[in-house]
């Protein structure tokens, strides 16, 4: 930083450069992103409404629409909390203890990020359909996982899996563990270490985590697609409502679609909010 503060202010040139540089980049990233980001979704709420605000809210009345924001409402709040349990155990455990398959674990939690969605929906066909591994066996008991409530479930928490460990495993090895070691030498039990000492460390990321896992578990498509069956009331979250009314009436399909592109908006929302709590905490810590 001093060597760069040395170069920016000899003889004022260099300075006028990096401004000029600075202004670039920012208009250049400002332009990318309207184009990228804003546009399309200025594009999908003028589309939704472009029949009218009385078009727009028949559509989203269609009992299959409301049933589809039933289904992804209760996927999402299924699948989000077990993938925090699962963040809060596998962070916990690659940050406090040595074992063997340490890096193992650690593979396996990024394998959904490297893993198509549609080749994980395509996995548990393999496993749970009615000619799958476990498919005879749940057929013999009524049970029925694939074309399923419980088939969507798995297919979601699969592919947001590491969302919410990902963003405590980094924090939690920055913070270490005297603070927990100093809490047992003084008799606090393990439930107490995690409620009062760690817990409220790793709460902004926590909820940062479980905000990411929520969005992508209300916008997931292509797992989803492959295990649903497409069953029109029953089986169709959001996103394959949406892909469904495509083909089928455009504008309804844009106006559903702006559904999706309201909860984005309000997580970006809470993102910020959130990201702003949080900085507001470490300033207000030191």
């Known amino acids: 930083m001093a060597a760069l503060s040395a170069v920016v202010t000899i003889g004022g040139r260099p300075e006028r450069s990096v401004r000029v540089a600075h202004v670039v980049l920012v208009l250049t990233a400002i332009a990318v992103l309207a184009w990228l980001l804003v546009l399309p979704l200025l594009a999908i709420f003028a589309e939704a409404f472009r029949q009218g605000a009385a078009f727009y809210l028949d559509a989203i009345r269609q009992p299959d629409t409301l049933a589809a924001v039933r289904l992804t409402l209760t996927v999402a709040a299924i699948a989000v909390p077990l993938n925090l349990v699962f963040g809060l155990a596998a962070a916990w455990s690659m940050t406090h203890f040595q074992f063997r398959g340490k890096a193992l674990l650690g593979a396996l939690i990024d394998l959904p990020f490297s893993v198509s969605p549609v080749v994980a929906g395509m996995m548990l066909i393999l496993i749970y359909g009615k000619y799958g591994w476990?498919?005879?066996?749940?057929?013999?008991?009524?049970?029925?996982?694939?074309?399923?409530?419980?088939?969507?479930?798995?297919?979601?928490?699969?592919?947001?899996?590491?969302?919410?460990?990902?963003?405590?495993?980094?924090?939690?090895?920055?913070?270490?563990?005297?603070?927990?070691?100093?809490?047992?030498?003084?008799?606090?039990?393990?439930?107490?270490?995690?409620?009062?000492?760690?817990?409220?460390?790793?709460?902004?990321?926590?909820?940062?985590?479980?905000?990411?896992?929520?969005?992508?578990?209300?916008?997931?498509?292509?797992?989803?697609?492959?295990?649903?069956?497409?069953?029109?009331?029953?089986?169709?979250?959001?996103?394959?409502?949406?892909?469904?009314?495509?083909?089928?009436?455009?504008?309804?399909?844009?106006?559903?679609?702006?559904?999706?592109?309201?909860?984005?908006?309000?997580?970006?929302?809470?993102?910020?909010?959130?990201?702003?709590?949080?900085?507001?905490?470490?300033?207000?810590?030191?």
Not at 243 to 253: C, G, M, P, T, V
């Open 134 to 286: 476990l498919g005879p066996w749940l057929e013999a008991r009524g049970l029925q996982v694939i074309f399923a409530l419980p088939g969507l479930v798995l297919a979601t928490v699969f592919v947001t899996l590491p969302f919410v460990a990902r963003e405590l495993i980094p924090l939690m090895q920055a913070q270490g563990s005297e603070q927990e070691e100093a809490a047992l030498t003084l008799g606090a039990n393990g439930w107490q270490i995690f409620f009062r000492v760690t817990l409220p460390r790793v709460r902004w990321a926590l909820l940062y985590g479980v905000l990411l896992c929520n969005a992508r578990a209300m916008g997931e498509f292509g797992a989803v697609y492959v295990v649903s069956g497409h069953l029109r009331g029953l089986t169709n979250t959001l996103p394959l409502q949406v892909d469904q009314l495509y083909d089928e009436n455009f504008s309804a399909a844009f106006a559903v679609a702006s559904l999706l592109a309201l909860l984005t908006v309000f997580t970006l929302g809470i993102k910020r909010l959130l990201e702003w709590r949080q900085s507001g905490g470490l300033h207000a810590g030191h």
